[in-house]
Nanobody, 117 residues
């Protein structure tokens, strides 16, 4: 089992920045893929960014490419999502996700991001 706890969400003005954190605990050595998803109000959940454990290869959604960075701090067992130049359309609940080598997926409880115009 893996537990994920997000933090760092909040209210920010358009053009501002936020850093989201995802603190992981439990059987994190089984995780080979980490990701951030978001779910805007009334819409489906969508991938924002991902990073692999071994190679550190990253992938970004086109809608946020160039404005977000995903990275890990192995010493702190934490995955971050740095977001810049935020837009009102970035308003959403942001979720951390981890996928294990045995095929299990884990979600955090989410953190709310609101971008005002």
């Amino acid at each position: 089992q893996v537990q994920l706890v997000e933090s760092g969400g909040g209210l920010v003005q358009a053009g501002g920045s936020l850093r989201l954190s995802c603190a992981a605990s439990g059987d994190i050595f089984s995780i080979y893929y980490w990701a951030w998803y978001r779910q805007p109000p009334g819409k489906q959940r969508e991938l924002v960014a991902s990073i692999t454990t071994n190679s550190g290869r990253t992938n970004y959604a086109d809608s946020m490419k160039g404005r977000v960075t995903i990275f890990r701090d192995n010493a702190k067992n934490t995955v971050y999502l740095e977001m810049n130049s935020l837009k009102p359309e970035d308003t959403a609940d942001y979720y951390c996700y981890a996928h294990s080598v045995i095929g299990a997926g884990y979600w955090g409880q989410g953190t709310q991001v609101t971008v005002s115009s």
